[in-house]
């Protein structure tokens, strides 16, 4: 369901209103809309404009944004995410991470269900129906404040434009969360004027990609995706899908790539002769993609082509050229959403 300009815009202000007005004591809310703008790009379109999302989904969601905030920032010191006692499902993260050191093993163990379960129930409990309190008074625009068969029912035009803005809704939550962060007093002495914060919080899992290498290596059988020449030297584990794009760390959206293949592409898009590789790829590797990298990473091949062909639905309206190789950038291909 596409809106109309104005109709875009006149969301725009009431997600400003939200953080102008809304009543921010603790994070959640934060991690609540991050969650839902997350889901809108993971998901495929309703033809009706409407999107369901599940308790559990949520919760699964609120996991995995809170795994690395539960990891000690400075001195053995978690940051607190409240003004009063640190954030339970903090404590449960941490209990934890000391027992599996990866979300990815996280998931696959027996505790998972319980603790998507907790954070189900939590985001039920508090967030959910107190997020759209803008100055006292509720502001139904996301969604209606009861529950839709165990979940949210997005309404119509609201998933569109979470997918359409979702770079600047993950600026603009990310920037408050940070600054929330920063205002609570017992965080003052750990935090200071520290200006890693946001870089601790959101993006460190760039620093993370080695366990892929030998992997990806075997499964490229030592090419890069891109050029297709066999590599040598320095070369790069790449988000195929650039992480400024969309930050997280899929194992079916990791690539090899030579260092100046990688640095070349940059943060732009991959024309179709890439795309088709990439997809290739996964079709033929996705299962031992899968099983050399679930210890480590998120692997779902399905949300990675989801999150690819969102990519290029934005790319397609805006009438981007596409990366083809150093210094060379093509028409944007509308045969590639077809692929995807």
Request: hydrophobic share 45%; charged share 25%; net charge neutral.
């Amino acid at each position: 369901m596409t809106l109309s300009s104005d109709a875009q815009l006149v969301f725009l202000r009431q997600l400003q209103r939200l953080f102008n007005e809304g009543e921010f004591v603790a994070t959640y809310k934060f991690a609540l809309l991050h969650a839902i703008a997350d889901l809108c790009v993971e998901r495929a379109d309703d033809p009706s404009g409407e999107l369901h999302l599940p308790l559990p989904d949520l919760g699964e969601k609120f996991i995995a944004l809170y795994w690395q905030h539960a990891a000690p920032y400075r001195h053995g010191q978690v940051i607190r995410q409240n003004r009063g006692e640190q954030a339970a499902l903090l404590n449960a993260l941490q209990s934890a991470r000391a027992r599996y050191t990866t979300l990815a093993r996280f998931r696959a163990s027996t505790d998972w269900p319980r603790n998507v379960r907790s954070a189900a129930a939590l985001l039920k409990k508090m967030p959910l129906w107190k997020l759209q309190t803008l100055s006292g008074q509720t502001e139904e625009f996301l969604y209606a404040n009861r529950p839709v068969a165990d979940g949210i029912l997005l309404k119509p035009g609201v998933a569109h434009c979470l997918r359409m803005f979702y770079p600047l809704v993950l600026q603009l939550v990310r920037g408050q969360w940070v600054s929330h962060i920063r205002s609570i007093p017992a965080n003052s002495l750990l935090v200071g004027p520290h200006g890693d914060l946001e870089e601790f919080l959101f993006g460190s899992h760039r620093r993370s990609l080695e366990p892929a290498q030998p992997a990806l290596m075997e499964i490229q059988q030592g090419r890069c995706l891109y050029c297709g020449r066999d590599v040598h030297g320095d070369w790069h584990v790449d988000h195929f899908i650039p992480w400024s794009r969309y930050p997280r760390d899929l194992a079916h959206n990791l690539v090899i790539a030579h260092d100046r293949c990688n640095l070349a592409k940059r943060d732009t898009l991959a024309a179709r002769e890439h795309v088709e590789r990439w997809l290739a790829r996964n079709e033929a590797q996705g299962a031992l993609i899968a099983d050399a990298l679930g210890d480590a990473f998120v692997c779902d091949s399905d949300t990675s082509r989801r999150v690819a062909r969102w990519s290029y639905e934005l790319e397609a309206q805006a009438d981007a050229r596409l990366w083809l190789r150093a210094r060379q950038y093509v028409p944007f291909d509308a045969a590639i959403l077809t692929l995807l």
